[in-house]
């Protein structure tokens, strides 16, 4: 037979109790501090255009002042300095072509008229 080994818990391990709240010497009882606010991220600014910078379609027409305080246009998908002129789209501007085109003309007569044929 084999001998069995005990399962009483040991009792040199002590028990922990919560402490007691603690009271200063008018008799109130002290209350924890509230904790600290949770930290907000700065939001992070996206550095300028420059001249000579590209960008993207959905930007053409978007004005700007690059960091020497010129003012600034995104034509043609690159910052360019703003003159006043009407920025270019070249993918826009074929497609009003086009469609312009489409109306009066047929498919055949607009791929030879717009040099897409």
Sequence with gaps: MYASASTTPSSSVPATAAAPPTTDETG???VSPNPAPPQTQTPTTTAAPTIGQSCIGADIGRTATDP???AIVCDDYQWVPNTGQTPQHPWADDQREWTECIQTHTT???REILGTG
Excluded: F, L, S, Y
């Design 108 to 110: 055949d007569e607009c």
């Design 68 to 70: 020497n305080g010129t």
């Design 28 to 30: 109130t009882t002290a």
